[in-house]
């Protein structure tokens, strides 16, 4: 008989799902990864004008239409005056696929791939569906990761590592300083460092820094999307930029696989990042507001939480069953070890919920805190 393939029996449905599940109709529910706003109307547009037009009934290149990969040039010199090339582009299906798509074109069977622990459950999935071996590494007492505990971890099999700023589950954002180092990792040793920069533009404390910027290889691949910054988690669009070897190779998987990203969604991507931008501002602006309120909250009900500096979660040190307790009362959070073995002790709150329910949602908190002590 048929057996499943090994690489799949290794991973296992995200334990997020479970929590939802268990949690009532009218629980709160900080548990997502997903902003609460609109995308914004002129993204919609696009898509709409596009579909009207006839313009997103067929395939378009394996790439990407044209216009989207040089808006996302364009996107690069804008933010951090990085020069990309639009062949160097290719528009995927989310942030995941160009995940799947770098992991895929750079890890052999058995290459190690390192990655933070607790940190983004796909970066273990997707390691073991590249019949990779996963190797997930311990943050700093402010979660965020430490070049040297990266360079420690490097053997002759380390295909890739990865970078995530800012960061799921814990909101951390990485320095100038770590990401220069990044990029000296993976030039001196010669790995690859995919840096996962979905959460870009929601950083509260300085900015967001590509460890592109400094690598003088051709070492570092991003990923990123239009997820998080223009609210479109729907949408399914992302992509990958790297040299145009690298490009090459994830094309191969992305052509037999995907084909080509959603047209319909290329458009409304091209339009949400030439577009107007404010609305990435309002949703920064306000997601700090709710920062603040969830930081004041935790630290007054006695729970120690490093302070997130940007994406939408906070990941408070929780007493021993807490998250049931928590759940129990009403509010759905993320125990932290579903983020991997290091996340034990912690939880994962998701920010992207209204403010008031924020604020019924930490008054619960803090007393389920009061009754597990
Ligand atoms: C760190 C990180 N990377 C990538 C993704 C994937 O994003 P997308 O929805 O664009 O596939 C997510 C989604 O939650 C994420 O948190």
């Known amino acids: 008989m048929t057996e499943f393939a090994r690489r ?52 378009t290149s394996n790439k990407g239409i044209r216009q989207l990969r040089e808006a996302i040039a364009a996107k690069y010199d804008r933010d951090y005056d990085l020069e990309v090339d639009p062949e160097d582009v290719i528009a995927t299906s989310g942030g995941s696929e160009a995940l799947h798509l770098a992991l895929e074109a750079h890890v052999d069977p058995g290459e190690e791939v390192i990655f933070p622990d607790p940190g983004f459950v796909s970066y273990d999935a997707l390691t073991h569906i590249a019949d990779g071996t996963p190797k997930p590494v311990g943050l700093r007492e402010d979660l965020t990761l430490d070049p040297a505990t990266v360079e420690e971890n490097i053997t002759e099999d380390t295909a890739a590592f990865i970078v995530n700023s800012p960061a799921n589950p814990t909101g951390a954002v990485q320095s100038e300083a770590d990401m220069r180092e990044f990029a000296r990792i993976a030039d001196e040793h010669d790995v690859l460092c995919i840096s996962d920069e979905v959460y870009e533009h929601i950083v509260f404390e300085g900015e967001h820094h590509s460890p592109l910027k400094f690598a003088e290889t051709d070492n570092v691949v991003v990923v990123s999307a239009c997820s998080k910054t223009y609210s479109m988690t729907g949408w399914r669009l992302g992509w990958v930029l790297g040299s145009n070897r690298r490009i090459e190779r994830m094309l191969r998987v992305h052509q037999y696989g995907q084909a080509c990203a959603s047209a319909p969604a290329q458009f409304a991507a091209e339009a949400a990042l030439t577009g107007p931008q404010e609305p990435v501002q309002e949703m920064v602006e306000t997601f700090e507001q709710r920062r603040d309120l969830v930081l004041d909250g935790l630290t007054d009900a006695g729970l120690e939480v490093p302070t997130p500096e940007g994406a939408f979660y906070a990941m408070p040190k929780v007493p021993d069953g807490w998250c049931d307790e928590v759940l129990e009362r009403g509010v759905v959070v993320v125990p932290g070890d579903a983020f991997g073995t290091n996340g034990e002790g912690y939880a994962r709150l998701s920010y992207a919920t209204g403010t008031e329910e924020l604020k019924d949602a930490l008054e619960i908190m803090a007393d389920a805190t009061q009754a597990v002590r």
């Not at 709160?28 to 902003?35: C, E, R, V």
């Not at 706003?37 to 993204?43: D, E, I, N, S, V």
């Not at 547009?45 to 395939?59: M, N, P, Q």
């Open 8 to 59: 799949v029996e290794q991973v296992s449905i995200s334990g997020i799902r479970e929590v939802f599940e268990a949690a009532g109709d009218d629980a709160i529910n900080l548990g997502l990864g997903q902003p609460d706003f609109p995308t914004p109307a002129h993204a919609r547009r696009g898509a709409i004008e596009a579909i009207e037009s006839g313009r997103a009934d067929a395939y």
